[in-house]
């Protein structure tokens, strides 16, 4: 997997990584053999009824697997101690990162063959978003990685328990707020 995308601070660390399995082309699979078996089996039941030659609409059917297979090996998964990501495109990029300050929640969902074959989804919610900000879809053990995206929110919550700066900046602060708000009261006071 290629992370030439991927820009990382001096203090992120990549903890999982990941695509999409290969088994997401399966659809596009199944699309391309009915484009194949539709005209060969036309142009077997009557074959004089039907005017175009069967094998270029049978190639044709090549067509959904191959575009559903670029578009997928294009698609990565990250997760760092900073940042959840997302990169997917062919001809162009398009990175979402989501930082765990924003992170309100995780989930992961299975369909019935997802449980089976230990396949998932992984939503990220977000603050201020429109609910589930970024997806992780189709991948391995998503339990592991819905545990692993609450526990790096938690480990970066743990961060922010000490206030930044010291007794004296929060104290020149203070002193600095109550000078405006006293010149503020005795501009008031004046114009009235």
Known sequence: MSRDWLTLEDDEAVLWEASPRIQSIIPALFVGLVIVVVPAGMALL????????????????????VLAY??????????????????????????LAVGFESVQNSSYEQGVFGTLFGHGTVSVDTAGGMG??????????????????????????????ELPGTVEQWQAVLAEVRRLRRAAERYERSSR
């Open 46 to 65: 009557a074959p004089d009824t039907f005017p175009v030659p069967v094998w270029p609409v049978a190639l044709l059917g090549v067509v959904p697997p």
């Open 132 to 161: 589930t900000e970024l997806r992780f879809w189709n991948i391995e053990d998503p339990r592991s990685v819905q545990n692993l995206v609450l526990d790096q929110r938690e480990a970066f919550d743990g961060d922010d328990d």
């Open 70 to 95: 670029v578009w997928i090996s294009n698609v990565e998964f990250v997760v760092t101690n900073r940042r959840c990501y997302r990169k997917q495109g062919v001809l162009s990029r398009d990175v």
